[in-house]
């Protein structure tokens, strides 16, 4: 896993003085968030240590430490009805792939899944996650292209329960998240489910790119707004993504990081560990 965003820090300053300018902008071109940012800085400079970057990366590990989760998270299934999993976010975050890579591991774990074709403004979306279901051997429920998503969502619920599977994963469609009217789709899919579990969704995961920095974090800011989401799938982790962003998400909007991706194989995808995170900041 390529978690290593504080990796320019380190080769940077290593062996060389450290300016405050320069490192605060290389703490903020990490994707760290302003706030966190501002919080090693001041630990730094309270501190009384030589500014080193051993130095550096030691406040920003207690730091960063601080705010994650400490437990690590799974995906358990309940005793006696299904669990409703919504995967939303942009197109091209790559949540289509994501939402297969999720069952492709729920399966390895030896738990029953059954995905949900619900990007159905997408042709190409239907038959990308058809494709990954073929290959992973678990079953889809697909629509009509442009049919209606909460309905196709509902329809799923309904055969999950007939067939006791465990986990259903509904890949909804990409939206911008300045477009309103695709963000109350959301809404009429969550009400349509609670038809029949008043408490589904059980999560919403928000899908975001590790490459678009900044970008992410705004998108998180507006998808909690509107989708009440319980957590983060981080992908593209194997390029240049340095992950920084899930600190930014946790920190200011308090939602963890479930999942992330870290290359295009099915088994190319974990449950997020903190512990892990911390220890890979330089590699």
Not at 23 to 50: F, H, N, V, Y
Not at 82 to 102: C, F
Not at 109 to 138: K, M, N, P, Y
Not at 205 to 221: H, I, K, M, P
Request: charged share 25%; with cysteine.
């Amino acid at each position: 896993m390529a978690f290593g965003f504080l990796k320019n820090i380190w080769q940077k300053f290593t062996g060389k003085p450290v300016d405050w300018d320069e490192l605060e902008e290389s703490l903020i071109r990490a994707d760290l968030g302003l706030p966190m940012t501002t919080r090693i800085l001041k630990t730094l400079q309270d501190g009384g240590e030589k500014l080193t970057a051993e130095t550096v990366v030691k406040v920003a590990r207690e730091e960063i430490i601080k705010i994650l989760p400490t437990e690590q998270w799974m995906l358990r299934p309940f005793a006696n009805k299904p669990k409703v999993i919504l995967v939303v976010g942009v197109n091209g975050t790559g949540k289509t792939t994501s939402t297969a890579k999720m069952a492709a591991l729920l399966k390895k774990r030896g738990h029953s899944v059954l995905l949900v074709a619900a990007d159905t403004f997408r042709a190409a979306a239907i038959e990308q996650l058809g494709i990954w279901a073929d290959r992973i051997g678990v079953e889809i429920v697909k629509g009509q292209y442009n049919g209606d998503p909460a309905a196709l969502c509902y329809d799923a619920y309904q055969k999950a329960e007939k067939q006791n599977i465990e986990f259903i994963l509904c890949d909804t469609a990409g939206r911008l998240h300045t477009k309103h009217n695709l963000m109350n789709e959301l809404g009429k899919v969550k009400r349509v489910l609670q038809r029949a579990d008043p408490s589904a969704p059980h999560e919403s995961l928000l899908v975001v790119d590790a490459t678009t920095g900044a970008n992410a974090l705004a998108q998180a800011r507006e998808f909690k707004a509107s989708a009440e989401l319980t957590g983060i799938v981080c992908t593209k982790l194997d390029g240049s993504g340095k992950g920084g962003v899930i600190v930014a998400i946790q920190d200011e909007l308090k939602l963890p990081t479930r999942f992330v991706g870290t290359g295009e194989k099915a088994e190319d995808f974990a449950f997020f560990d903190s512990r892990e995170f911390v220890e890979r900041m330089v590699e």
